[in-house]
T-cell receptor, first 114, second 113 residues
Framework: AQSVTQLDSQVPVFEEAPVELRCNYSSSVSVYLFWYVQYPNQGLQLLLKYLSGSTLVKGINGFEAEFNKSQTSFHLRKPSVHISDTAEYFC????????????FGKGTHLIIQP | DTGVSQNPRHKITKRGQNVTFRCDPISEHNRLYWYRQTLGQGPEFLTY????????KSRLLSDRFSAERPKGSFSTLEIQRTEQGDSAMYLCASSFAGNQPQHFGDGTRLSIL
């Protein structure tokens, strides 16, 4: 079975500063990786995905993530954050050829300070 | 693409009552998923359907929970004899195929009095 660890429950960042949200996963097989964002009282919105190919993945709203197989990581980055980026961010994994449900981390609350 | 729709958005009920939630997926998606999210946690997988067939159920889905997708379109999730621990946000998602990105609805928040 796979698992996901998001190392930081909360990350405060000043507006226009860069940010990195960390995600590590554990799985005995190859995986697909996802980052989702959740605003208060809403469902999850897909930011980006890694299915195969280039390990650097670009998503919506200026976010990108890099898949590192040797370190089993999929960290999310943005070079310059805005107040509107304040939200909860979830990393998720599913196993290639395996069960289809996503396994999520506990989330990282990104707090943008003016 | 009208998105995934869930009803109701909020449900308040007394312990011991039965509740039913509905999910309407994106129309061309044949996979439909249910998740549960408690406060401060990430969503936890409950079950999923491919068309009308329920293909996987998590151990979290106790005997009091039942999900259906009778015609391969909308789905319902019923919880019988609700307990305090059932209080959570219940999220529905759909996808075009397996291991493709899942699109989530806004969820149904269940509160047990």
């Amino acid at each position: 079975a796979q698992s996901v660890t998001q190392l930081d429950s909360q990350v405060p960042v000043f507006e226009e500063a860069p940010v990195e949200l960390r995600c590590n996963y554990s799985s005995s097989v190859s995986v697909y990786l996802f980052w989702y964002v959740q605003y208060p009282n809403q469902g999850l919105q897909l930011l980006l995905k890694y299915l195969s190919g280039s390990t650097l993945v670009k998503g919506i709203n200026g976010f990108e993530a890099e898949f590192n197989k040797s370190q089993t990581s999929f960290h999310l980055r943005k070079p310059s954050v805005h107040i509107s980026d304040t939200a909860e961010y979830f990393c998720a994994v599913s196993e290639r050829g395996g069960a289809d449900g996503l396994t999520f981390g506990k989330g990282t609350h990104l707090i943008i300070q003016p | 693409d009208t998105g995934v729709s869930q009803n109701p958005r909020h449900k308040i009920t007394k312990r011991g009552q039965n509740v039913t939630f509905r999910c309407d997926p994106i129309s061309e998606h044949n996979r439909l998923y249910w998740y549960r999210q408690t406060l401060g946690q990430g969503p936890e997988f409950l079950t999923y359907f491919q068309n009308e067939a329920q293909l996987e159920k998590s151990r979290l889905l106790s005997d009091r929970f039942s999900a259906e997708r009778p015609k391969g379109s909308f789905s319902t999730l019923e919880i019988q004899r609700t307990e305090q621990g059932d209080s959570a946000m219940y999220l529905c998602a759909s996808s075009f195929a397996g291991n493709q990105p899942q699109h989530f609805g806004d969820g149904t928040r269940l509160s047990i009095l």
